[in-house]
């Protein structure tokens, strides 16, 4: 047995095709996988401002028989999933053609679950609780640059219930194939694509030093770090530069890639109870953390601290010996305020009695473990306290 970091175990069973149109080949993709009643799975305002369109016209060119169901919204909750599955009639479709941002891919791998396994999304919550790859084949085309559920092994649902989201996480459940098309991203505003753009930022951060990673998801990591750090401020300042988009959507998607095999860190860790507390996106949320928590990793990580920096082009003057470069933080934190990912949670209603809640929670994550540096309760109060 070699030394288990350099054994490059990695999973990437979905077939992925990218390109400028691609989202035009959905119709032949699903005539290839010989599925013939796909249900197209969206939300309102895609399928009001036409961005599903040249799916639905690949269907129509493909001779398929396809259905729209639009219900999705921005944060789905297992209520919303629990309705679409009464309101479709699952038995009817033998693959979906998820058209949206992250909650549309995640919904969408739930629903190919529940109609291959039946029971509730509840019995699967967890991680590898899914029986079997889904019989029902599952497409995807993502409209956002950064969550990479196009690719991904979980779902995410908000537990109103239990007042809290769930994780539904098993690499059974990665998409079948991902159509990632530059041309279906432009209606992104810049708020989206700097919250998106900075989840996916940190996937590719977080998974490069994280306690998980290999030679293989190194590679996916580092390129991706270049590709998002290097290109987000503009892709921000103009949405409607394709060569931009084409470059954060890549960067995005082999940064879930590297995330799910080698799992993520303390960002994403704390990123679940300050989103819950305080109502900011994910992508705000991951990016607030992101200075302070590579500055906390630093003696764990060594020279790979220096080479993040590199990779995203913010070097200071101090990591060229391969140290902790102590320029880049600040640097870092720069570029996160330039395109509006800031903010102070004494400004979003922070209380004292939040920090233990914040805690427990960041220490009970499935992401806390792979992060490269052990945290104590005592740590993550202070780097919660470094937030506020
Ligand atoms: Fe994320």
């Not at 949206?100 to 739930?110: A, E, N």
């Not at 900075?198 to 030093?209: G, N, P, R």
């Not at 931009?244 to 080698?262: D, H, P, Y």
């Amino acid at each position: 047995m070699g030394d288990p970091a350099l054994v490059p175990s990695f999973d990437f069973p979905t077939v992925w095709r990218h390109g400028r149109g691609q989202a035009g080949q959905a119709g032949a993709v699903l005539r290839g996988l010989g599925c013939r009643a796909p249900l197209v799975l969206t939300d309102k305002l895609l399928l009001s401002l036409g961005v599903v369109e040249p799916v639905l016209a690949s269907l129509r060119g493909a001779g398929l028989e396809y259905a729209v169901c639009d219900a999705v919204d921005y944060e789905p909750t297992v209520a919303l999933f629990d309705s679409i599955i009464r309101d479709v009639d699952l038995k009817r479709f033998d693959s979906i053609v998820a058209v949206g941002g992250g909650s549309v891919l995640d919904v969408s791998k739930g629903l190919a679950v529940i109609a291959s396994f039946g029971g509730h999304i509840r019995d699967y919550a967890g991680v590898d609780k899914v029986p079997a790859v889904p019989s029902m084949k599952i497409v995807t085309v993502p409209t956002t640059s950064g969550t990479g559920s196009e690719i991904s092994d979980g779902v995410v649902l908000i537990d109103e219930e239990r007042h809290t989201k769930f994780l539904v996480i098993s690499h059974r459940i990665c998409p079948t194939v991902a159509l990632t098309d530059p041309l279906m991203t432009v209606s992104m505003p810049p708020k989206v694509t700097a919250a998106s753009g900075t989840d996916a930022l940190v996937h590719a951060t977080e998974s490069y030093i994280s306690k998980g990673a290999s030679p293989a998801s190194e590679m996916f990591s580092r390129r991706a770090i270049e590709l998002l750090s290097r290109n987000i401020a503009a892709a921000c300042a103009d949405g409607s530069d394709l060569d931009l988009r084409e470059k954060m959507q890549i960067g995005a998607t082999m940064a879930m890639t590297a995330g799910m095999n080698s799992k993520l860190g303390l960002c994403h860790a704390m990123a679940m109870p300050l989103c819950a507390l305080y109502h900011m996106p994910h992508g705000q949320a991951v990016g607030m953390c992101l200075p302070v928590v590579l500055e906390y990793n630093a003696p764990a990580v060594g020279e790979k601290m220096a080479a993040v920096f590199r990779a995203m082009g913010l070097t200071g003057d101090d990591s060229a010996g391969g140290g902790a470069p102590g320029e880049g933080y600040a640097q870092l934190q720069d570029l996160l305020v330039r395109i509006g990912i800031a903010g102070r949670l004494r400004d979003m209603g922070f209380q004292e009695s939040h920090v233990p809640i914040i805690v427990r929670e960041t220490m009970d994550s499935a992401q806390r473990p792979t992060n490269p540096r052990d945290p104590s309760e005592e740590d993550i109060a202070g780097i919660v306290r470094r937030l506020v």
